[in-house]
């Protein structure tokens, strides 16, 4: 009789947990990215959709006015979040065929890793799909959104970190429902107001030649509080979410 | 020996109806146990349990003494369903180097390339999985599932779609994992493949167990008798 294969007596050798963990959520974004950058589901999509609008907008208000300046951060984060929802769509639909989110979820992928995999590949196909928007409204609404951007670039990794674990989490909810394209934003964008406006905000402030210090900071850190409570419902969530 | 699945009056409900009827099961460690039984008897809904996959309402059911749905089980479970579970846009390499960083191999690349020659995809190992034939996916789907060296086997109408070549491997594969310790529970139409490989025998009837025990020889001489003697018999 052979010897019996207990747990712990497998061929391979495991990582780590927390050096597992990190490694799996990778893995899982950049599989995700390898398939985006082969398919263009995504990024086309939203992509295409984000510049439509950026576009017609840009008819309808008068671009060289103030007012437009001061409405600029709104109608950038109201576009991101629509393409937003493009984007998330298909993070855990990608999934379904051939049952691999049944492969997934029986592997000894951490459920966790799984969510914080999804939302990085989110934050990477949002953040390009921001980049495109940028250097169309500069060019559309003749707005020099480059003054200052080391904080832009900090407060929109920061904004769309939030918006991409939202995606994912409800992403997850939503994949096995037959309405699921529209009931992701139904749920998503009520949950996603308070970070949007902060989005908006701090947005418009760094449109600005001077921004003020003590603004960006309170917008800030209600971004970085957001994501860190977000990102931690996710973690703490993770399994409860996951159970098909 | 110990269990290294265990369901005690286990309860599973879609809606009002009850898919496991107070079903109990052992299955000891390094044994091999055929699931029978016909269409909607309960067979994958049981399998999907074991894996973590599906929630059930009552009763008690643990791999290694752990829940199906933790971490610590998943890590000793490969799982083959009705669906491959391999990536189309993705080819057979960066498929299974996925799965093998996902399981959380360290040298998954060395482990990736060893399986694609194992199932004979070598050749084709850059190929996108959508231009694969059928047999083709399925080899690598048992790729897949034996990838992490799993301690317990859950496989789901294995033998279903597959070719002659693919017969032969999964039958390969199923034995060296019985050498190696391995336990393996798989569901099946295939009564005469089943009982060749199997050491155990549980059918199941509307969701409940009709009989478990050893395969025995008479089993293998008239692979139709346990549906005579315990479905046909309880039906008549």
């Known amino acids: ?244 | 020996m110990p269990d290294a699945i265990a369901l005690e009056h286990a309860w599973k409900f879609y809606g009002d109806y009850a898919a496991l009827r107070d079903l109990t099961l052992r299955v000891d460690a390094g044994s091999c146990c055929a699931l029978l039984g016909r269409n909607g008897a309960g067979k994958t809904t049981l399998l999907r349990i074991l894996a973590g996959l599906s929630p059930f309402q009552r009763g008690r059911v643990t791999v290694f003494g752990q829940s199906p749905n933790s971490e610590k089980a998943r890590e000793q479970v490969g799982f083959l369903g009705h669906g491959i579970g391999v990536y189309e846009d993705l080819s057979a390499r960066e498929n299974l180097h996925f799965f093998a960083r996902v399981a959380g191999i360290r040298n998954s690349n060395t482990i990736a390339n060893d399986w694609l020659d194992r199932v004979g995809l070598a050749r084709v190992a850059a190929m996108p999985v959508r231009q694969f034939s059928r047999g083709m996916r399925q080899r690598l789907a048992l790729a897949r599932t034996f990838l992490h060296t799993p301690g317990v086997l859950l496989l789901d109408e294995p033998f279903t779609s597959l070719d002659d070549r693919a017969i032969t491997m999964l039958s390969d594969l199923l034995t060296e994992a019985r050498q190696r310790g391995a336990t393996i529970v798989f569901s099946t139409h295939q009564l005469r493949e089943a009982f060749a490989i199997a050491s155990h025998v549980a059918l199941i009837e509307n969701g409940r167990l009709c009989y478990t025990g050893e395969r025995t020889p008479e089993m293998l001489d008239d692979p139709a008798l346990l549906y005579r003697r315990y479905m046909d018999a309880g039906a008549a």
Not at chain 1, 62 to 88: C, Q, Y
Not at chain 1, 139 to 165: K, N, Q
Not at chain 1, 194 to 219: G, H, K, M, R, V
């Open chain 1, 1 to 244: 009789m052979p010897g019996v294969q207990t747990p712990g007596s497998s061929h391979v050798r495991p990582l780590p947990a927390m050096i597992g963990s990190v490694r799996q959520a990778l893995s899982v974004a950049r599989k995700d990215l390898a398939i985006e950058l082969r398919t263009k589901e995504s990024l086309n999509a939203a992509g295409a959709f984000a510049i439509a609008i950026l576009l017609l907008l840009s008819f309808v208000f008068d671009v060289t006015s103030e007012e437009t300046r001061n409405i600029a951060g709104g109608l950038l984060w109201l576009v991101f979040a629509f393409a937003g929802a493009l984007v998330f769509n298909r993070g855990f639909a990608r999934e379904l065929p051939n049952e691999c989110l049944d492969a997934l979820l029986a592997s000894p992928l951490s459920r966790a890793s799984l969510l914080i995999g999804k939302a990085i590949a989110n934050l990477a196909m949002l953040l390009v799909v921001e980049f495109v928007s940028l250097i169309v409204f500069g060019i559309f609404y003749d707005i020099r959104w480059w003054l200052h951007p080391g904080e832009l670039a900090a407060a929109f990794v920061l904004a769309t970190w939030g918006i991409s674990v939202v995606g994912a989490v409800f992403g997850a909810l939503t994949v096995n429902l037959r309405l699921r394209e529209l009931m992701l934003p139904v749920i998503i964008y009520p949950l996603l107001i308070p970070l949007l406006i902060a989005a908006i905000e701090i947005t418009n402030l760094l449109f600005s030649a001077q921004p003020s210090q003590a603004d960006q900071l309170l917008w800030g850190r209600l971004l970085i509080v957001f994501d860190v409570v977000f990102t931690a419902l996710a973690l703490l969530l993770a399994d409860t979410i996951l159970i098909t």
